[in-house]
């Protein structure tokens, strides 16, 4: 059976399609960004590959060409998390690195796990160590999962590790549901009013104010209200319209940058109601990562470095490079903790007396577990009070314009009778 890899597209180079045979004599078909075939022939053979044929790929030329959406082609977490508790099921089985990689990357639904795994495997059969392979894909791998690895391999307990990265990843798969499940009621009220309004205002509005024209007379102020804002709906639906479309562009070309991450990540944690919820998830992840690294094996400094760049707010970034200035001098590990507003007392408490008593790992479990349930509580408490306040916001958002338009019917209705 034939087993198809793709490589990431470079920039200038040419897409090869390229069929090979590995080590087992298993036919591998696949595509490979080159500058000519005879580069292609020497990366394969450096893998261990006997080339069988090379030809230019036709993918991409007219009909033909494949289409990628946005974000499509990313790993998302969930997939990390079912790749890294199978993983961990084969080898605790006794199965090869490579035999394990294989069925993985048949296995996977995601279509550039599928072609990275390949191609770790191959690299694996050649010899590589699975964290240096893993390594070479960063935008897959994170780099928390890479150093869990490596400490594994180092210390002969790769099995127990990958039990643990898996753990830790799905906690985040489950603590992202629910924060999603809690906001998706919210959003979906609040893009129908936004739908509703404009509807209302571009549509309805202008027949009546054609009717309100017609009867002459003054308008009531409500009503004079509607009829401004039906005329400024004209000019601002298109543009709302192209900032809706480009803002998410723009912004996830922006939202990575010093500049950008400075200003907005600190005003996360004080967005109110929202504020709280966030800080919780931060310092969920943030214990989560730390201890499972630790339990891992890996160095405190390395561990503190990876933890604060994977916890995606620069305030807690801050936070875990202060601390590692003072695992470095030989200090305390949750004294600089309390330095920041992020860190509440107890969290440095507990942190304080795990480092005192040799169990820093399990204390920083029990602090992310304990934040976990806030998280759930937060999250439950927000949806019970959300939903009637949406559905009292979008009631009298619609009724208010409802009654604008009937007042002057209303009030020539009242001078016929009179």
């Not at 009631?395 to 002057?408: D, E, K, R």
Request: glycine share 8%; proline share 4%; charged share 20%.
């Amino acid at each position: 059976m034939a087993t198809t890899t793709k490589a990431p597209a470079k920039s200038g180079h040419t897409a090869f399609e390229y069929s090979a045979r590995d080590r087992t004599g298993k036919l591998i078909t696949g595509t490979l960004e080159a500058n000519d075939s005879r580069a292609v022939a020497q990366r394969l053979v450096s893998q261990g590959m006997a080339p069988v044929s090379i030809v230019e790929s036709k993918a991409g030329k007219g009909m033909q060409m494949e289409i990628t959406l946005p974000g499509g082609n990313r790993v998302k977490l969930k997939d990390l998390a079912l790749m890294s508790r199978q993983f961990a099921t084969m080898v605790s089985s006794g199965l090869s690195l490579i035999k394990a990689l294989s069925i993985l990357a048949e296995q996977t639904e995601s279509k550039k796990l599928a072609a990275t795994l390949q191609e770790c495997r191959t690299e694996v059969e050649g010899g590589t160590s699975l964290s240096t392979a893993f390594s070479r894909h960063r935008d897959v791998f994170p780099p928390l999962m890479v150093n869990m690895l490596r400490a594994g391999e180092v210390g002969g307990f790769l099995d127990q590790v990958l039990v643990q990265i898996a753990d830790n990843f799905e906690a985040e798969v489950k603590l992202k549901a629910k924060v999603k499940s809690a906001m998706t009621y919210p959003v979906v009220v609040f893009v129908i009013a936004i739908l509703a309004v404009t509807g209302m205002l571009l549509f309805i509005v202008p027949v009546f104010a054609k009717m309100f024209s017609d009867m002459g007379g003054t308008l009531p102020l409500p009503t004079q209200i509607l009829v401004v804002l039906s005329h400024g709906m004209k000019f601002a639906a298109p543009v709302g319209l192209v900032l809706a479309i480009t803002f998410p562009i723009v912004w996830r070309k922006v939202k990575d940058r010093d500049g950008v991450r400075n200003v907005v990540d600190p005003l996360k944690f004080k967005v109110p109601v929202f504020g709280l919820l966030t800080q919780k998830i931060a310092l969920s992840r943030f214990t989560r990562n730390l201890g499972t690294m630790l339990r891992s094996g890996v160095p405190i400094l390395q561990s503190l470095e990876i933890v604060g760049e994977a916890s995606g707010n620069v305030v807690v970034e801050r936070a875990a490079k202060d601390v590692m200035e003072s695992v470095r001098s030989g200090r305390s590990l949750a004294g600089p903790l309390a330095e920041h507003a992020v860190f509440p007392a107890m969290v440095v408490q507990m942190m304080s007396v795990g480092e005192d008593t040799g169990a820093l790992d399990a204390m920083l479990y029990k602090i992310s577990d304990f934040y976990d349930q806030e998280v759930e509580a937060t999250t439950e408490a927000l949806t019970s009070l959300i939903e009637p306040i949406m559905i009292a916001f979008l009631g009298g958002i619609v009724g208010s314009m409802i009654v604008a338009m009937y007042l002057p019917i209303f009030k020539v209705m009242d001078l016929v009778q009179g």
